[in-house]
């Protein structure tokens, strides 16, 4: 348990929804986990600051970094020479600088890559993940105790409201889901606050709402796995493509203007009885053939919900297994075929 979250009691089974010490846990059904409030435990935090933060980031990530203002966020890849994701991060400006959200267990080891390429440039790398918790929001329930805390909240996706050193970022507009990063002296008293409104869901149910929300993670599992646009990151806003040079730029943009993206993400659920994990191979049905790879899953309805990158010829004919189940193919809340330059806003 990070010590930032040691007011959370995980000790026992009953309790594993993240509830507070001395507080009864809320009844929370997984049949339906769009009205809930978790502890993301997974979600670490570098803070990058310095005269030159800006401009680093802009020169290391698949995003305009340079013109992101604080009242919004993006998405961005960290890649390899070969355009393979070594990370996918969230970023957001501040007061003084830029803090980016990623997986915790990758942390160390970009910040040790990032800094490999500070050279003379003004830029300080720091790891703050035990200052700021970040708490996940999902539901319509959250928005009135969210604009009590925040004052107001964001309308559109990758919107940011900031208030008192805590920052809300809107994650999706489809099902209302938020990031609230919070300064750890806020963190227990806020969390109990919430706690009292929404029932606290674990991580594999949030893991779940991330799943059909369509948005991928890098673990060690898939470091240097796939490209930017295998992982969706086009219809997700995650890449730009007029910002300039960035590692693994001239991989990702060849794929995008000659059009040889042969992978691309899919969402499926699966109705074996263990959730697979992150790296494992989707076959045919024969079992001859390697189709793709799992990039998250979550225990859902009758099995498990999964994100996986396929081959697209081989997912749209025919059947799909993964340890010998069948794959059922599910729908994205976006769209391959249609581009956008605003993030789309909730619908009223």
């Given at each position: 348990m990070p010590r930032l979250w040691s007011f959370l009691d995980l000790s026992a089974p009953e309790q594993r929804a993240n509830p507070a010490k001395?507080?009864?846990p809320i009844e929370f059904s997984a049949d339906k986990p769009s009205e809930c409030m978790c502890a993301l435990l997974d979600w670490g935090v570098i803070h990058v600051h310095g005269a030159d933060a800006a401009a680093f980031l802009h020169s290391q990530l698949s995003n305009d970094i340079q013109s992101l203002d604080a009242a919004n966020s993006r998405l961005a890849a960290y890649c390899n020479a070969k355009g393979r994701a070594l990370a996918l991060l969230r970023v957001l400006r501040t007061d003084d600088g830029l803090l980016l959200f990623t997986h915790k267990a990758l942390i160390d080891s970009l910040i040790r890559r990032l800094r490999m390429f500070v050279l003379r440039s003004k830029v300080?790398?720091?790891?703050?993940?035990?200052?700021?918790?970040v708490i996940g929001l999902a539901g319509t329930a959250a928005i009135p105790l969210l604009r009590q805390i925040m004052g107001a909240i964001p309308e559109h996706v990758g919107g940011v409201q900031s208030a008192d050193g805590m920052r809300l970022i809107r994650l999706d507009c489809t099902s209302d889901r938020f990031a609230l990063a919070v300064p750890e002296r806020l963190l227990p008293q806020l969390w109990a606050k919430l706690a009292h409104t929404l029932p606290v869901a674990d991580s594999e149910a949030w893991q779940l709402l991330e799943i059909q929300a369509g948005i991928p993670t890098i673990t060690p599992a898939t470091q240097e796995a796939f490209v930017?646009?295998?992982?969706?990151?086009?219809?997700?806003?995650?890449i730009s493509y007029s910002k300039g040079c960035y590692p693994g730029q001239e991989v990702i943009a060849r794929m995008h203007y000659l059009g040889k993206l042969k992978r691309r993400m899919y969402r499926l659920h699966s109705q074996a009885g263990t959730t697979p994990s992150p790296g494992e191979a989707v076959r045919t049905a024969a079992g001859a053939e390697e189709a793709g790879t799992v990039v998250a899953a979550a225990p859902a309805r009758d099995g498990s919900e999964l994100l996986a990158v396929l081959r697209t010829e081989l997912a749209e004919q025919g059947t799909l297994i993964l340890n010998?189940?069948?794959?059922?193919?599910?729908?994205?809340p976006y769209s391959f075929n249609t581009a956008s330059d605003s993030p789309p806003?909730?619908?009223t």
């Open positions: 001395g507080q009864t300080t790398l720091d790891d703050v993940s035990e200052a700021i918790g930017p646009q295998m992982l969706n990151l086009e219809p997700l806003q995650g010998d189940t069948p794959l059922q193919l599910l729908d994205l806003k909730r619908p």
